[in-house]
């Protein structure tokens, strides 16, 4: 398999030289060692989040600093966002290997510092550090897949992407709640270490890739345009409707400063000599759709992984320690699909229909989920989750496919970097727009149904713990459960909605055909 892929992989670079003489998409002896080492970079960066998750009540507890509690996640979400078009701009420039060894070691610093800070400002300011390593693991596994492996032979491996995001999602609350009940919350960042140092020492030896000089230099001014515009929208959908309402002072002066800073950008990279995201990649059709529908595959999806647990704790009374396994209908769906997807894109080179199916199955899935009450089962609810997942399944890993499908080699770092920025910001949306519409809906069906009872309760927070919902009379616990139906109501009719889109795109998709599909005599040779 590894032959095989190395000869298809030095075909589809059309063997293109680097400046060294050497082949740009220069193979590995084993393609599956550097898999193996990606998917656990993939792994790092995914699981991070949901582990911390879990430790932070006692994280605030030993720390304090309730109140800054909201940023030990909104910094890692920024620094993250902000720095994954750079760390794609800078692999295109001067090299993949050593732009993603140097997220890696980058990520594992801010690991080993959070997990010895010892208030809450330095675990904040760390937790920054590990954000800007984590930008950059995304966006290296998928360039560096996409350097080693033609579109035409990448299906097959989209199911170990999949399958990492599943276990991530699955495992992150299971791992982090053991973790912090029998080591400690500070083994939540220092269990990122062996397991980085895996990988680092994996790519270090195996991967090869030649160097890159590149001897333009690096768009300072874009990159400043675009970190205070990407900077801006990740607080407006962090602190809309709850630190500030959405009319405040506050958020308006911060909506007007992500404008006039990413017109500037977009403006600047017109005249840029080596602009951080070059806009000619958008006269490719495919590549914009596929932008278009990361975004709203973002959206839906960290929105669904957000309520759907809160809708069963809450209404269904399902245990929150297992909150992981709640998921596993729909990310199982979307595992076996994104694998089945993957292959008969790499045996039939076709891949059209899978965003037009995936498209009806998420709006399907997501107006199923509208319909739950609180006489749903949980066998139906599973069911509907599935329908999402099917959806999902066909869309996570074609749209990157596609978007890399479109671009130069030469661009492909910034490819892939922009399509995971499009989505990655699509999730601060999602959860943000369905988070408002669930905690108004919630707040008002609480006043409705129990009074200003109902309205103290939910006065600061329309989201309740197990322990708060335990502590409320049964007029107010039912009340809430009706609440949470409605608010979940909402918030996936919404999701509905939203999901037209990616059908209306899906269906302007042009099926150009996936480069690498037949080795070359000379990449035989």
């Not at 939540?188 to 140092?197: K, M, T, V």
């Not at 990159?223 to 309402?245: D, K, N, P, Q, R």
């Not at 000599?273 to 759709?289: A, C, K, W």
Request: proline share 3%.
């Amino acid at each position: 398999m590894a032959d095989t892929i190395e000869g298809v992989g030095l075909a589809e670079t059309e063997a293109a030289r680097g400046q060294d003489g050497q082949p740009e998409g220069k193979q590995p002896r084993s393609v599956r060692v550097v898999l193996l080492a990606l998917m656990i970079a993939m792994m790092l960066a995914m699981l991070d989040n949901m582990i911390v998750g879990t430790a932070m009540p006692t994280i605030v507890g030993e720390l304090g600093g309730l109140e800054h509690l909201s940023w030990v996640v909104t910094g890692y979400t920024l620094a993250t966002a902000a720095s994954t078009p750079i760390w794609g701009k800078i692999g295109d420039m001067y090299g993949r290997k050593g732009a993603f060894l140097s997220s890696i070691v980058i990520f594992l610093v801010g690991s080993a510092l959070s997990g010895m800070a010892q208030n809450m400002g330095e675990l904040i300011g760390f937790r920054a550090v590990q954000g800007l390593g984590a930008g950059g693991l995304m966006v290296g596994v998928m360039a560096i897949i996409g350097d080693l492996i033609p579109p035409r032979e990448r299906g097959k491996y989209t199911g170990m992407m999949a399958g990492v995001m599943a276990l991530a999602m699955i495992g992150g609350p299971l791992v982090g709640g053991t973790i912090t009940d029998n080591w400690g919350w500070r083994w939540s960042f220092y269990i990122n270490l062996p397991l980085g140092a895996v990988a680092l020492a994996l790519v270090s030896a195996v991967l090869h890739l030649p160097k890159k000089r590149s001897r333009a230099r690096i768009d300072y001014l874009g990159v400043a345009l675009l970190t205070v515009g990407i900077t801006s929208i990740v607080l407006v959908t962090t602190w809309g409707g709850t630190e500030y309402a959405w009319t405040s002072a506050r958020i308006m002066e911060l909506i007007s400063i992500g404008v006039a800073a990413l017109t500037g950008f977009v403006y600047w990279q017109t005249r840029a000599t080596e602009p951080v995201v070059p806009l000619h990649m958008f006269r490719s059709r495919n590549f914009t759709l596929m932008s278009v529908i990361g975004f709203i595959t973002g959206f839906v999806m960290f929105g669904a992984t957000l309520y759907l647990p809160l809708y069963q704790q809450s209404v269904q009374g399902a245990s929150a320690t297992n909150s992981g396994l709640l998921l596993l209908p729909m990310l199982g769906a979307m595992l076996v699909t994104s694998m089945v997807a993957g292959r008969v894109t790499t045996n039939s080179g076709r891949y059209k229909i899978f965003p037009i199916v995936g498209g009806a199955l998420m709006i399907a899935g997501l107006y199923l989920l509208s319909l739950m009450d609180t006489g749903t089962t949980r066998l139906t609810s599973g069911v509907y989750m599935a329908v999402l997942g099917l959806g999902m399944g066909c869309l996570m890993q074609i749209t990157m496919l596609v978007a890399q499908n479109s671009v130069e080699m030469k661009d492909m770092g910034v490819a892939s970097s922009s399509t995971t920025l499009f989505r990655t910001l699509g999730s601060s949306f999602g959860v943000a727009i369905m988070g408002a519409l669930f905690n108004d809906r919630v707040k008002h069906v609480m006043a409705e149904r129990a009074g200003a009872l109902g309205k103290g309760v939910t006065e600061k927070s329309a989201q309740l713990d197990a322990k708060s919902l335990a502590k409320l009379p049964a007029v107010a616990r039912e009340a809430y459960q009706h609440a949470v139906s409605a608010g979940t109501h909402s918030a996936f009719l919404l999701g509905a909605g939203i999901a037209v889109v990616v059908l209306a795109a899906a269906l302007f998709v042009k099926e150009v055909p996936l480069k690498g599909g037949q080795p070359t005599p000379s990449a035989e040779g």
